[in-house]
Nanobody
Framework: QVQLVESGGGNVQAGGSLRLSCAASGRTDLMDAIGWYRQAPGKQRELVAVISFVSGGSINYADSVKGRFTISRDNAQNTVNLQMNSLKPEDTAVYYC????????????????WGQGTQITVSS
């Protein structure tokens, strides 16, 4: 199992910055991806930024955050961070840390792990 705990949410004015952190614990050696999703009121949960370990650490960003958000991983501390700059009111959402368990040996697990979520509110 993998446990994920987010920190760093809050309120900010448009144009401001926030930094989210996610501490991963447990069987982090089984993860093949880690990153962030978000869910705004009345909308589906969507990918924000994810690092894939399978493809050599490639990063996938949502088009809406490219150039404004940066995801990074601290391997020593098993944390993943999301630096969010130039925030917009449409970035308001609950942000979830995410991890994925894929292959372990020859077995495909395809399991998703989620943190409890942290609220980001951007006011205009």
């Amino acid at each position: 199992q993998v446990q994920l705990v987010e920190s760093g949410g809050g309120n900010v004015q448009a144009g401001g910055s926030l930094r989210l952190s996610c501490a991963a614990s447990g069987r982090t050696d089984l993860m093949d991806a880690i990153g962030w999703y978000r869910q705004a009121p009345g909308k589906q949960r969507e990918l924000v930024a994810v690092i894939s370990f399978v493809s050599g650490g490639s990063i996938n960003y949502a088009d809406s955050v490219k150039g404004r958000f940066t995801i990074s991983r601290d391997n020593a501390q098993n944390t993943v961070n999301l630096q969010m700059n130039s925030l917009k009111p449409e970035d308001t959402a609950v942000y979830y840390c995410y991890a994925h368990k894929g292959y372990v040996g020859d077995t495909w697990y395809n399991m998703d792990y989620w943190g409890q979520g942290t609220q980001i509110t951007v006011s205009s």
